[in-house]
Antibody, heavy 119, light 108 residues
Framework: QMQLVESGGGVVQPGRSLRLSCAASEFSFRSHTMHWVRQAPGKGLEWVALISFDEDTKYFADSVKGRFTISRDNSKNTLYLQMDSLRAEDTAVYYC????????????WGKGTTVTVSS | EVVMTQSPATLSVSPGERATLSCRASQSVSTNLAWYQQKPGQAPRLLIYAASTRATGIPDRFSGDGSGTDFTLTISSLQSQDFAVYYCQQYSNWPPITFGQGTRLEIK
């Protein structure tokens, strides 16, 4: 089964940027839609964004629209989340996840990377 | 946006007993409903998709039911490793994809 490993988290000041990466272990990465889902401390899951296998389709949650960008490099089996104009409320564990099928539920998840936005 | 509401927020059940968790959608999602289990410090794990289909490797003590707006996840004969937080997620009307707020299943 595909494994996903996120990286790039850290502590960043409000208004600054951060780029998260998610490396996939299998070639089949390039066939699948990918998602970012986040979880603020002590809170539930919040879907953030998705990107289709060919990058033709991208969607974002209203809470990040216009500030976050999602992209992928299929030659490197890697997913990205560019986060600009960060706010305190973006503080969360960010998970990448994939759907290895047609429907939009997530069957493979990474372990997550922590983003803390604080001055 | 489809709002997913889970109940109860916390459920206390003894090991070996049955647990029933509920999830309600603000509009019909047909059977486009998934359930996830999350343990502390871990990523979510897919349990159920299409409202009632168990994901690969999920024990048959986990079962899902429902369609339209009302769904249940039942765990028969609870084992110690089943105590966790459970989330439902709809994938019928998106974006956005939406999750319920979670039900914490704790040992009684």
């Amino acid at each position: 089964q595909m494994q996903l490993v996120e990286s790039g988290g850290g502590v960043v000041q409000p208004g600054r940027s951060l780029r998260l990466s998610c490396a996939a272990s299998e070639f089949s990465f390039r066939s699948h839609t990918m998602h970012w889902v986040r979880q603020a401390p002590g809170k539930g899951l919040e879907w953030v964004a998705l990107i289709s296998f060919d990058e033709d389709t991208k969607y974002f949650a209203d809470s990040v629209k216009g500030r976050f960008t999602i992209s992928r490099d299929n030659s490197k089996n890697t997913l990205y989340l560019q986060m600009d104009s960060l706010r305190a409320e973006d503080t969360a564990v960010y998970y990448c996840a994939t759907q290895t099928h047609f429907y939009y539920y997530m069957d493979v998840w990474g372990k997550g990377t922590t983003v803390t936005v604080s001055s | 946006e489809v709002v997913m509401t889970q109940s109860p927020a916390t459920l206390s059940v003894s090991p070996g007993e049955r647990a029933t968790l509920s999830c309600r959608a603000s509009q019909s999602v047909s059977t486009n409903l998934a359930w996830y289990q999350q343990k502390p410090g871990q990523a979510p794990r897919l349990l159920i998709y299409a409202a009632s289909t168990r994901a690969t490797g999920i024990p048959d003590r986990f079962s899902g039911d429902g369609s339209g707006t009302d769904f249940t996840l039942t765990i028969s004969s609870l084992q110690s490793q089943d105590f966790a937080v459970y989330y439902c997620q709809q994938y019928s009307n998106w974006p956005p994809i939406t999750f319920g707020q979670g039900t914490r299943l704790e040992i009684k």
